[in-house]
């Protein structure tokens, strides 16, 4: 009933950009926070950004001044520009959403998740 949708992964070189997009879509009263958490080979998923409904936002210090969220709340769209791209941001990439549905209820909610491969 609810569905995430990313795009924009894909293979590049060190010092290259990406922009990922991540469109919720379904049964939605409202979206409170979007997200983009990491998951590289062995590693446990982390947090990369978030940002509220309000617009306030929260990054790792890893990818902070190379990495913008934003979202579009018309579009119940988020995006990450990733700038300044390294091999170890290599992963893959998951878009998250909490969201209140039609039931009044609030959830969490996955993407498929995209891969994110930087070469040096």
Known sequence: QVQLV???GGLVQAGESLRLS???SG???SINAMGWY???PGKQRELVARITSGGST???DSVKGRFTISRDNAKNT???QMNSLKPE???VYYCNTNLVDNLLRVRDYWGQGTQVTVSS
Request: charged share 20%; with cysteine; glycine share 4%.
């Open 6 to 8: 990313e795009s924009g």
């Open 22 to 24: 991540c469109a919720t």
């Open 27 to 29: 049964r939605i009263f």
């Open 38 to 40: 990491r998951q590289a």
């Open 58 to 60: 929260n990054y790792a």
């Open 78 to 80: 988020v995006y990450l």
């Open 89 to 91: 941001d290599t992963a």
